[in-house]
């Protein structure tokens, strides 16, 4: 299987939306030599032992895949860190335990000099794609990579495109202007 850091980071941002979350900041910081990815969310957020459970690569709570018996997204990100010289971290809070803020944020960072560190992959395609999720919630998306670096937030490129009481990007041509505007702030 060919996957790509892209891949892996997009795995993570829908689990914050299937947690229900409705705001999500993306920030992916990127040099010569590393690139760095946080994922935040306010979604339902883990207990202890649903941590525990979510970064055992033979656990899977085979609710949404019940022919799968090993779980992929979190332990498959912690151990390609851990195979390649780079770094993770999970922390999260259940919405109702009633200390400190809900949510779930992970971090990871990759050596990109290590032969064995997947490739980066499509940044603003991974971008395109969480960004345009059935539905209505608010994501912050951060690039920083050598000698440019950006924000943009869902709702100002859904008012942009005349989109705001929509909510989401729904048609062809929306996301294709989506596309091509992602792709201009890379230049
Ligand atoms: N951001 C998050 N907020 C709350 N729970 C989460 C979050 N990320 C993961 N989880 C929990 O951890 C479990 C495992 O996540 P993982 O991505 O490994 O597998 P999955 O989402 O169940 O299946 P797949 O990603 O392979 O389709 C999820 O089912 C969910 O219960
Ligand atoms: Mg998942």
């Not at 892996?8 to 900041?25: R, V």
């Not at 055992?56 to 609710?63: H, K, L, S």
């Not at 490129?157 to 062809?172: I, R, S």
Request: a negative charge.
């Amino acid at each position: 299987m060919h996957y790509t850091l892209c891949d892996m980071f997009s795995d993570l941002t829908q689990n914050s939306i299937e947690a229900g979350a409705d705001t999500i900041t993306v920030d992916i910081e990127q040099t010569e030599t590393s690139v760095s990815c946080c994922i935040e969310d306010n979604g339902k957020g883990m207990s202890p032992e649903q941590l525990k459970r979510a970064t055992d690569p033979f656990y899977t709570d085979g609710i949404k895949h019940p022919h799968r018996k090993v779980g992929l997204g979190i332990p498959f990100l912690i151990q390609t860190a851990e195979e390649t010289g780079g770094t993770w971290s999970i922390t999260s809070d259940v919405t109702d335990n009633g200390k400190g803020a809900p949510g779930t944020r992970i971090s990871c960072s990759f050596d990109l000099t290590n032969i064995d560190t997947p490739p980066v992959g499509d940044v603003t395609g991974f971008f395109r794609q969480i960004l345009t999720f059935p539905g209505s919630y608010e994501m912050i998306i951060t690039r920083e990579a050598p000698g440019f670096g950006y924000t943009v937030r869902r709702s100002d490129l859904l008012e942009a495109l005349g989109l705001q009481d929509q909510g989401e990007f729904a048609d062809a041509n929306a996301l294709s202007l989506l596309g091509q505007y992602l792709e201009s702030l890379e230049d």
